[in-house]
Nanobody, 113 residues
Framework: QVQLVESGGGLVQPGGSLTLSCAAS????????MGWYRQAPGKQRELVAYIISGSRTNYADSVKGRFTISRDNAKNTVYLQMKRLKTEDTAVYYC???????WGQGTQVTVSS
């Protein structure tokens, strides 16, 4: 079964940028549709971006134009590039295959001045 490890989170000021990474082991990510999700305190986990076979992508309205999901099959890694971050982007970010497998630990993104 595929195992996923997220990294790249941190504290950033509003308007800043971060790039998250999702490294896989146990399977080849190119076989899967992949999604980035986030869960803010007191809220349900939500899908913010996904990439399906090939490179077709889709985004939640709240991040459209600011976030970019991509994959590097040679590195077995999926990325989430986040620009023009807002305080409301603060959350724990997770990646997962679609349909979902087990969840990893996620990576915390905090947007604050």
């Amino acid at each position: 079964q595929v195992q996923l490890v997220e990294s790249g989170g941190g504290l950033v000021q509003p308007g800043g940028s971060l790039t998250l990474s999702c490294a896989a082991s146990g399977s080849t990510l190119s076989f899967y549709d992949m999604g980035w999700y986030r869960q803010a305190p007191g809220k349900q986990r939500e899908l913010v971006a996904y990439i399906i076979s090939g490179s077709r992508t889709n985004y939640a309205d709240s991040v459209k134009g600011r976030f970019t999901i991509s994959r590097d099959n040679a590195k077995n890694t999926v990325y989430l590039q986040m620009k023009r971050l807002k305080t409301e982007d603060t959350a724990v970010y997770y990646c997962n295959v679609i349909p979902n497998a087990s969840w990893g630990q996620g990576t915390q993104v905090t947007v604050s001045s």
